[in-house]
């Protein structure tokens, strides 16, 4: 039976230095720390977006609405169901086919390229004298 060579073990005495144990203990704090920090920030947002003064709603990179406060339910009133949907669809629903179209090429042009855009005029729903500004942005998270 043949055994193996003892392996050299290094330890403090053997190279001076106290070994750093390295456990899944840390791993594993550190995964917590950074899920920690994005439950955080998206609470921030969240909050942020809710008691903005203003109408506010967000668009994800899939074309679909995600998010939306109070202040632009009224421009979205009527429209079932609303979160998660296509937001082409959305726009169909409430505004003439011409400023939608318009629209959602502005918002797939910016989600291709980056490049911020901003509507010229608001427009106003098919249905009501309610009208939008959309004003599509480049937003790092």
Do not use: C
Not at 36 to 45: C, G, N
Not at 91 to 99: A, C, F, K
């Amino acid at each position: 039976m043949s055994s193996l060579p003892d392996r050299p073990r290094f330890d403090a005495h053997t190279i001076g230095e106290p070994l750093v144990p390295f456990t899944f203990d840390a791993v594993d704090a550190s995964r917590e720390s950074d899920e920690a920090l994005r439950f955080q920030r998206e609470e921030v947002f969240s909050a942020l977006i809710e008691n903005a003064p203003f109408g506010v709603y967000v668009v994800d990179s899939h074309f679909r609405l995600r998010a939306i406060n109070k202040g632009a339910k009224a421009v979205f009133r009527g429209v079932d169901p609303l979160l998660g949907r296509d937001f082409g669809e959305i726009l169909r629903v409430i505004w003439p086919e011409t400023s939608a179209a318009e629209t959602i090429t502005a918002f797939t042009h910016t989600l291709a390229t980056g490049e911020p855009h901003a509507a010229r005029a608001p427009r106003i729903r098919a249905d009501t004298s309610i009208g939008l500004l959309p004003t599509i942005g480049r937003f790092s998270g």
